[in-house]
C-alpha cells in the first residue's frame, strides 16, 4: 500500500503561482512513478504531469507544458507541482498518485494509488 497526501491548494489569481506537493508513504516510493492529475466540474480527470523516482524522466499534458514543472525530493518522498502563468482553465481538483514500475504513466488506469485531492482555483 502506498498513503499519499496532497497540499498547497489554494486561490489565486490569473498569472499567479502555486505549488503542489504530495508526501508518499507506504511501500517503497522509488518503485513507483508519480503523477498529478486534474478534474474540473463536470469534466473527465485528466493527466498533467508525471515523473519517475530513478533517473528523473518527466511528461507533461500539452495544456501545461512551459507554465508547469513536476519535481521530487527522494529524501523526503515528496512529489512536487510548481505552478506558474496559473490560467482560469487550471481550475480543478488536482490528485497524486503512484503508479507500478519506472516507466513514465500518462494514463489513469496505469495508477494503483491516489490522494484525496486538493481543491485549486483560478480567478481571473
Known amino acids: 500500500q502506498v498513503q499519499l497526501v496532497e497540499s498547497g491548494g489554494g486561490s489565486v489569481q490569473a498569472g499567479g503561482s502555486l505549488r503542489l506537493s504530495c508526501a508518499a508513504s507506504g511501500r517503497t516510493a522509488s518503485s513507483y512513478a508519480m503523477g498529478w492529475f486534474r478534474q474540473a466540474p463536470g469534466k473527465e480527470r485528466e493527466f498533467v504531469a508525471t515523473?519517475?523516482?530513478?533517473?528523473?524522466?518527466?511528461d507533461y499534458a500539452d495544456s501545461v507544458k512551459g507554465r508547469f514543472t513536476i519535481s521530487r525530493d527522494n529524501a523526503k518522498n515528496t512529489v512536487y507541482l510548481q505552478m506558474n502563468s496559473l490560467k482560469p482553465e487550471d481550475t480543478a481538483v488536482y490528485y497524486c498518485a503512484a503508479s507500478p514500475g519506472r516507466v513514465l504513466a500518462t494514463m489513469r488506469d496505469q495508477y494503483n494509488y491516489w490522494g484525496q485531492g486538493t481543491q485549486v482555483t483560478v480567478s481571473s
Open positions: 515523473i519517475t523516482w530513478g533517473v528523473v524522466n518527466t
